[in-house]
């Protein structure tokens, strides 16, 4: 393996753990899509996050939330520690699924109150006139709304295939319906609401990792340089024990 500088990125090293354990990535992965998969023999593809420290706790994401929680309950998370150079591994853990779930539910327990608060201010606003006053009291009281309006209103928060799916043409301009435009305003409040009830880049820390390790010590892998066999194999033999039923 090549020798990195002192402060490598952290895609540099995603790619060499691709290298290492066997993964694959999919080409129009984002950074908020699913890091690398691997496919099984009975043809099941498991999900994976990468995760890489020069510490000894494993970082996760920004405003991590319960879009992170959902989706991360579909897959395992592979981490490795590197020396302070961050130039060589020195130890991996492999997160199941089935742990990595118990974890979940400790981040969803801490910021219950706040998604109660949120599911309850969402039903509020579909079963009374608040939503359509909040709109008129945004873009007035016009039945159409122009594609301005709309991308002011939602920043990047839709996708390019989502802002074409919620407009129309109408002659020869695209619009957007009053309907769509509320059913935009309604996205952009649960969207606010969910950011503040998010966590600014919880750990999974040193005591979360030893007790993952305590109930299987099999988790752990110690790396031997130059040995780059052993890790995918490891990968794999865990991957099988501990492999999502779909």
């Known amino acids: 393996m090549p020798i990195r500088g002192i402060a490598p990125q952290d895609d540099t090293r995603e790619q060499e753990m691709l290298r290492i354990f066997g993964l694959r990535q999919d080409l129009n992965t984002t950074r908020d899509g699913t890091d690398a998969f691997i496919r099984l023999e009975n043809g099941k593809t498991e999900q994976i996050e990468l995760k890489s420290s020069t510490k000894d706790t494993l970082v996760t994401a920004r405003d991590f939330g319960r879009n992170h929680i959902n989706s991360w309950r579909k897959k395992h998370v592979l981490g490795s520690f590197y020396d ?8 991996s853990i492999f997160i199941p699924n089935k742990f990595l779930n118990l974890w979940l539910d400790k981040q969803l327990e801490y910021i219950f109150y706040d998604i109660e608060i949120s599911n309850q201010l969402e039903k509020l606003l579909k079963s009374s006139e608040n939503l359509q ?11 159409y709304f122009n594609e301005t309006d709309l991308k002011r ?11 074409e799916e919620i407009t129309e043409r109408v002659g020869r301009k695209r619009v957007i319906s009053r309907k769509n ?17 998010t966590r600014n880049n919880p750990h999974i820390n040193k005591s ?6 305590s109930k ?6 110690i790396h031997e340089k130059g040995d780059y066999s052993t890790p995918a194999k490891w990968f794999l033999e865990n991957l099988e024990r501990y492999k999502i039923h779909h």
């Open 84 to 91: 302070k150079g961050g130039n060589n591994i020195e130890w």
């Open 133 to 143: 006053n909040i709109t008129s009291s945004i873009f007035g009281a016009e039945n």
């Open 153 to 163: 209103l939602m920043k990047k928060q839709y996708s390019k295939l989502e802002y």
């Open 181 to 197: 435009m509320s059913s935009a305003v309604l996205d952009r409040i649960l969207y606010l609401l969910d950011r503040g009830s």
């Open 208 to 213: 979360d990792l030893n007790e993952i390790i």
């Open 216 to 221: 299987d010590t099999n988790l752990r892998l």
